[in-house]
């Protein structure tokens, strides 16, 4: 890993909390991601399953977390179970946790080989009652592999068919939509290298340069500064390329007179920022490139005010959507007919602004959080309004990560430019 080594303090708040939420006499297990192949013998990069990491700091393949509060053996109350190294896999994979150093990470006093998985485990199924079973029950998940959760949960139900079985993600969505302090440092230090990153391309670009080489400045200065590269695809996009929501081919000329649209964030142990910006290439916004990004600026601004504890994203989004819809009617990009005949599933707005305007940051981009619960205090939230004309050759979006707060949210990209006028004068210094 890169980033530097995050308190176990943090992790061992997490069990605790969910411990608490847990059925008396019942165990949670908790598996790691795989390690995914290409062809041939290839890999993936190994990125680790976030509930894992939620709960143990544990940065490695084939870890399995069990957590048993009630067991009347104290041993079995935290279990970290690791794959053993040797001497072989030192030399070809690289250094793995001792048992030492997974309890330094993990504040877990009690870390066993993988080889002792299977007798423990059938100790511990002989006492326990209740047993919680991970998967992704993410609203926006599809999921087409079979993960490693998925064939513990088969293997498992097939061994003890008879003991009472928890889904453990409604647990999980409730504690980590809620940040700790800790949490929201990590997601800030991984905001600031976003900034980094952004402030350098703001030197380079200009017209005549290629999407990928502005992709190639950020991820430069990323690594550069600790983190683990990007927390998502990188959105690079100019000229109509800004139009199309996800797009990540990269590999288009930035011209004289074209926005360009970057949808990016840096990851920090294991962290996610998100950030979106749009830019002139050639260092000056045309008049009407002005008008619709000081529009998305307006919502952006607006959208801040209305985000705060007791709401809920419906509502949330329902008023963003007035305020867009004003905006448009204000560029002349709809009508007062096009509003009287919408259709109300699918207001006359959605035309240029046709994504949700937030969604809940952590581990995950999209991280855990219901999306009818009240929002609350310490929640982080994206919020990115855009508009999109296809007919101009523009798209306009502007996104920072903001922490919910009583009194007014906190911003954790206030630090990078946003205004027009310091963009310009950013580009032009």
Not at 22 to 50: C, E, H, R
Not at 216 to 236: C, D, M, Q, T
Not at 256 to 273: C, P, T, V
């Amino acid at each position: 890993m890169k980033y530097e080594t995050i308190e176990s303090s943090l992790f061992v708040a997490n069990r605790k909390r969910l411990a608490k939420m847990m059925k008396p006499n019942s165990l949670a297990v908790f598996n790691a991601a795989d390690i995914m192949p290409t062809s041939a013998d290839g890999t993936m990069k190994f990125k680790q399953q976030s509930d894992l990491f939620y709960l143990s700091g544990i940065d490695q393949e084939q870890t399995i977390l069990v957590v048993y509060p009630d067991a009347i053996n104290e041993e079995w109350r935290e279990v970290l179970f690791l794959r053993e190294t040797n001497e072989h896999i030192a030399i070809w994979e690289g250094h793995k946790y001792t048992k030492e150093e997974a309890t330094k990470a993990s504040g877990i006093q009690q870390v066993k080989w993988l080889d002792d998985f299977e007798t423990i485990f059938q100790m511990m199924m002989a006492e326990v009652d209740h047993v919680y079973l991970n998967t992704n029950e993410h609203w926006r998940a599809e999921v087409v592999v079979q993960t490693r959760d998925a064939r513990f949960i088969k293997d498992c139900k097939e061994r003890y068919p008879l003991h009472q079985y928890e889904r453990a993600q409604p647990l999980l969505h409730h504690l980590r939509a809620v940040k700790s302090q800790q949490e929201i440092d990590l997601i800030a230090h991984a905001c600031e290298i976003t900034n980094k990153g952004f402030r350098r391309l703001l030197r380079f670009v200009q017209p005549g340069v290629m999407e990928y080489e502005v992709e190639a400045e950020l991820i430069h200065e990323f690594v550069k500064n600790r983190s683990a590269g990007f927390a998502y695809e990188p959105i690079i996009a100019s000229g109509f390329n800004a139009c199309v929501l996800h797009y990540l081919e990269n590999n288009r000329e930035c011209k004289d007179g074209d926005l360009l649209l970057m949808d990016i964030g840096a990851e920090y142990g294991n962290y996610a920022s998100d950030m979106t910006r749009t830019i002139p290439v050639n260092g000056r916004f045309s008049d009407r490139q002005r008008a619709v990004y000081d529009a998305v600026l307006r919502v952006f601004k607006g959208a801040n005010e209305i985000l705060q504890p007791g709401t809920n994203i419906p509502a949330y989004h329902k008023e963003v959507g007035k305020m867009m819809e004003s905006e448009l009617l204000a560029l002349g990009l709809i009508d007062k007919t096009d509003i009287k005949n919408q259709d109300p599933a699918w207001p006359a707005y959605k035309k240029y602004f046709m994504h949700g305007t937030s969604h809940h940051l952590g581990l995950d981009v999209h991280d855990y959080g219901k999306v009818n619960r009240e929002i609350a205090e310490n929640m982080v939230f994206t919020i990115e309004p855009g508009i999109y004309i296809p007919e101009e050759n523009m798209g306009v979006r502007l996104e920072n990560d903001f922490v919910v707060k009583v009194g007014g949210n906190l911003d954790l990209m206030r630090q990078i430019p946003i205004e027009a006028e310091e963009i310009e004068s950013l580009m032009n210094a």
